[in-house]
């Protein structure tokens, strides 16, 4: 899904960290601007690169609200609806899914240090650095909290968790998928 596939009165769902629910995080698409039907606020396409990644630099200095990143994008069922209809669940088609989408990266082919962000059972989402992905095992994803450095000798403790996903800062290789 590119930023040019998006067309007036889809819905697209960000990643928000201060949503108090996800109905929140949901955006409708109008004029080249993404409106929020709930405090009435929107957000320029023009802020998003090709990948739907968001650009504006400020929102780095403040990871917890969320990247901002366009996570799902949904077509509305029914054209015929009105606009708080078109953000329920049962009147929305997903058409794409961020986190689906790197479910079909061969793992193996990603190169140890990429940036990723990891989930721990709890929820919690962690930056981190990949190290290997190992079939057959329940934790398969192995991560560590920084890179190994040969002139001070420090090597990091690697880390397994089951979720991962590329950082919103890494733009993925071809030779990734298979």
Not at 6 to 35: F, I, P, Q, R, W
Not at 107 to 120: A, D, E, M, N, Q
């Amino acid at each position: 899904m590119k930023k040019e596939d998006l067309k007036d009165g889809m819905v697209v769902e960000v990643d928000d960290l201060t949503a108090e629910n996800s109905n929140d995080k949901l955006y409708l698409v109008y004029n080249g601007k993404l409106h929020s039907i709930y405090d009435c606020g929107y957000e320029c396409l023009a802020s998003y690169d090709d990948d739907l990644m968001y650009v504006d630099d400020d929102i780095s200095l403040y990871p917890q609200v969320g990247t901002w990143n366009i996570q799902k994008v949904f077509k509305v069922k029914d054209n015929s609806i009105g606009i708080i209809e078109r953000f329920k669940g049962e009147n929305l088609e997903i058409i794409w899914d961020r986190d689906n989408f790197t479910d079909i990266i061969n793992w193996h082919k990603v190169p140890k240090g990429t940036k990723v962000i990891v989930t721990s059972v709890y929820g919690t989402e962690t930056p981190a650095y990949f190290e290997e992905y190992e079939d057959n095992m329940l934790f398969h994803f192995v991560v560590c909290d920084s890179l190994k450095d040969d002139f001070t000798g420090y090597v990091p403790t690697p880390v397994r968790y089951r979720k991962c996903r590329l950082h919103p800062s890494v733009k993925p290789k071809v030779e990734w998928f298979d």
